[in-house]
C-alpha cells in the first residue's frame, strides 16, 4: 500500500483505482462531488459513518481496507476538531 496519511488521501487513491470520477461516486453513495472533492482536498471532514460505509461499498474494499478507511476517517474528524478550539 502507498504512503498513505490522510482519509482524503486514501479516499482518492481508491476511487482512482476503482476508476470512479468524483461525480460518479458521489451519485452512488448520495453526496455532492464538490464535497467528496473538499475531503480528498483535506478541505472538509469525512462525511457521517453511514455515508463512509456507503463510500467504502461504492469502492470495494475489504475488510483490511475498511478497517483503515474508518480509522482514518476517525483521526481526521478528530484533527479537524481540534482546529475548532
Given amino acids: 500500500m ?5 482519509f482524503g488521501t486514501y479516499l ?7 476508476n470512479l470520477s ?3 461516486l458521489a451519485k452512488q453513495v ?8 473538499n475531503i480528498e482536498c ?8 453511514v455515508a463512509i460505509m456507503k463510500l467504502g461499498k461504492a469502492l470495494n474494499l ?3 481496507s475498511r478497517c483503515l478507511f474508518f480509522d482514518l476517517a476517525a483521526y481526521s474528524k478528530s484533527e479537524f476538531d481540534s482546529d475548532n478550539y
Avoid at 42 to 49: E, F, I, R, S, V
Fill in 22 to 24: 468524483l461525480r460518479e
Fill in 12 to 18: 482518492r487513491e481508491k476511487r482512482q483505482q476503482n
Fill in 2 to 6: 502507498d504512503n498513505i496519511s490522510t
Fill in 62 to 64: 475489504d475488510k483490511r
Fill in 42 to 49: 483535506g478541505k472538509k471532514a469525512p462525511p457521517n459513518d
Fill in 30 to 37: 448520495g453526496l455532492s462531488h464538490i464535497y467528496l472533492y
